[in-house]
Every structure is written in structure tokens, then in C-alpha cells.
């Protein structure tokens, strides 16, 4: 934390890199502001109650910083660019040209950039003519001139409240676009940051009102607390761990000259993949709830729908297991689409380095996909824990059940910080202030 503090002091002393922050703090005001411009034709007060009442749109709302929650502006918040991103991440594995563009460097990058963006248009569309008619639809009256209202009322307040929605997600990009030219840390990234840690008060107050119940509450809100301060302190150590693999250049005489014989080595982090997993397997989960919300079905009933919406609700068992299986699935799938070791046997081949003890080429390949798959294990079960503890924590005393702070949003505000600090480091090594680092 020390450290953490002394590296933002030492950027705020340079002069451009304080602009970047001021610039950064200036984005994160517009994101709060248009968080709390509501959107026409909707019952803000109903839809707040709505969301405190489904586990699924209570997550998504602290996604959002509470604009879902207060029916505004930003309410699809990040959501439809996150969701974009998954898909083209798993499509260029897939289709050859969008693979032959993530290998053309910056140029591909911005090309990607562009596809991904278009889909993220496409997908805020879907999500926010979704939302309305589950809005339109549910028992409560949340959308003015609604079902019974004049036809032609009922198309404007439709068309007005869907253009509101994907005119925030846009936003939403255009300020996470501004963040990555002018500011400090990835756009997307603080943007998330920023909505989450806007829920704090919320929280604060959340455990204060369980504080003042009864004595047994304020125990298990003493306990809760010491675990999320260990919680932090551990997610801090594994985004930090890596497993460094030996790698021994050979000699070469080129000219007059003696190139090679360096020893260094090769980092594998134990927690690579970070937090997609998580985002992919909430994904799917949340699937489910989401359909049958769209139709009307809340769970309350007593049809094999609203069973089937129980099941899938973030309180159950079953939920809970799936979760953590879907999470190590795709751990194992996202770090093996970002990580190939028989490229890296290939590359460490053709520069004539070697792992000692192994020879190279497939032993070389092996040797790298085992310790992989070790390592992989051991932060997918690292991901899985720190992602089901809420709900076991919620099972224990059911008051907790509301406590929307889970391990997906420790990871992503753990993970955004030490980000912002590397990238701090970085901009300050590179103007050679001497003793910044010290």
C-alpha cells in the first residue's frame, strides 16, 4: 500500500503525467454525472425496488455504479462492450482473418478495435430492447405509457427509452476511448473501477443497518470485514504470483564476437487469465435468468419455470457448484487460447535457448504445457473460491444475501489498481526521473 501511495505521489509531481490523472479524475465526474440523468417514461422509484429483489439484477446493477438500479442514462454501463470483447476474443481463435489481424500488430489491433465496437452496438441494442420489455412486462407499472396507453405513446416511450440506453453504452466507449488517449490506465478498466467503488457508501450503510440489529450481526460483520482485508491481501499476492520457468542461451560466435550464454527465464502467472473467467461464466449463467425474466417469470411461483429460474438464482447450491465448475472450464480454455507452448518451444529453439534438464523441441513443449496445466489448476481453484464466497457467506447468515461486494468485484478493483500503479511505473521510468522508484 506504501508503495502504491509513493508511486502516485511521484506522478502527481510530473507535470504531464498529473494532467493525465486530472483528466482521468475529469472522465470518472461525466461517467457519475450521466449516472444520475434518469431516463424518460420509466417509474425510477419501481425499478430500484425490482432490482433489490433479484439477485442477478442486483450484481448488474453494482456493475453499473446503481444506474440500472435508478433506470438512468448509463444503465447498460460497460456491460455491452465487455460482452462484445468476449466474443471477438473467442472468434479470432476461430475464424482465420480475424486471427491473421490480431497477429498484424497495431494497425490489426485498431481493426479489431473497430469490429469489436460494432458488435457492442449490436449487442446494446439487443440488451436494451431486452430490459424495456421485461420492464414493460413485470407486474409492477415501470414504464409510462405501457400496455392499456395509446399506440402511438407506447411506441415513443419504447423507441425513447431503447435510444437512451444505447446512447449511454456509447458514451460509455467514448469515455473509455478518451481515458486511453489522454489519461492514465485502460478506459474500460477504470470506468468498471469507478462504478463499483460508487456502491461503497451503499455498502457502508448496508452493514451499518445489520450493525444496529443485533449483537450477532455485528460479530459476523467484524468477520466478514477481516476476510475481505484478507480477501484483498490475497488476490494482491496470487495477481502478483508466477512460476519462473529456467531458460539457458547457448553461445554463438558471430564475427568477433560472442553472443548468448544468458541465463533468464520464463514467467507464468499463476492467476493469467484474471477475472474472464469469472465475466464468462456469469455470462452463461446469468442466462438463464435472464430469459425467463424477459417472459415475465420471477421465480415465485410454483411452474417448472420458476423452479428452473430457483435453481439458477446466486442463493442456490446447484448455482453455486455449476459456477465454480464453469469458472476452472474456462480458465483452462482462455489460458489455452492466450498461451501456446510449442510456439514458445519453437521461438526458444530458433534463438538457441533450452530449458536445463530437457531437450529442445517436444520435450521443451511438454515440459512447458505440464507446469501449465499445474498452474492453471491452482488459480482456477484460486478464482473459483474467491468468486462462491459471497454466496456461501450469504447462506451462512441470510441478512448477507444483499451484500453485492463479491469476489468478482474484489478481483476487478484488485486487478484495476495494481494496473493503474504498473502503468504509473511505466510513464515515470520512461522520463527517467531519477529516484522515483527508489
Known sequence: MNGMIQVFRNAWVDTQLRKKILYTLFIIVLFRLGSCIFVPFLDNAAISNMISG?????????????????????????????????????????????EKLSKEGEPGRKKINKITKLVALGIAVLQATAFYFSLRNGEVKIVK??????????????????????????????????????????????????????????????????????????????????????????????????????????????????????????????????????????SIMSLPQTICFFFGIDGTGTSFWDGFVRFFSQSSIGYAIIYFVLIIAFNYFYVAISYNPIEIANNLKKNNGAIPGYRPGKPTSDFIYNSLNKITLFGAFFLGIIAILPIILSWINPNFSGISLGGTTLLIIVGVALETVRSLESQITMRHHPGFLD
Not at 73 to 93: E, H, K, R
Request: with cysteine.
Open 145 to 282: 405509457y405501457g400496455e392499456g396507453a395509446d399506440m402511438f405513446a407506447q411506441i415513443l416511450a419504447a423507441v425513447t427509452i431503447i435510444a437512451c440506453f444505447v446512447a449511454g453504452a456509447c458514451v460509455i466507449i467514448w469515455f473509455g476511448d478518451r481515458i486511453n488517449e489522454k489519461g492514465i490506465g485502460n478506459g474500460i478498466s477504470i470506468i468498471l473501477f469507478a462504478g463499483i467503488v460508487a456502491r461503497f457508501p451503499d455498502q457502508i450503510q448496508t452493514f451499518v443497518a445489520l450493525c444496529q440489529q443485533n449483537m450477532q450481526n455485528l460479530i459476523f460483520v467484524a468477520v466478514v470485514l477481516i476476510m475481505y482485508a484478507a480477501m484483498i491481501w490475497f488476490v494482491i499476492f496470487m495477481t502478483n504470483a508466477e512460476r519462473r520457468i529456467p531458460v539457458q542461451y547457448a553461445k554463438r560466435v558471430v564475427g568477433r564476437k560472442m553472443y548468448g550464454g544468458q541465463s533468464t527465464h520464463i514467467p507464468i502467472k499463476v492467476a493469467m487469465s484474471g477475472v474472464m473467467p469469472i465475466i464468462f461464466a456469469m
Open 54 to 98: 433479484a439477485s442477478l439484477l442486483n450484481y448488474l446493477d453494482t456493475m453499473t455504479g446503481g444506474a440500472l438500479g435508478n433506470g438512468t442514462l448509463l444503465a447498460m454501463s460497460i456491460t455491452p462492450y465487455i460482452n462484445a470483447s468476449i466474443i471477438i476474443q473467442l472468434l479470432t481463435v476461430a475464424i482465420p482473418p480475424l
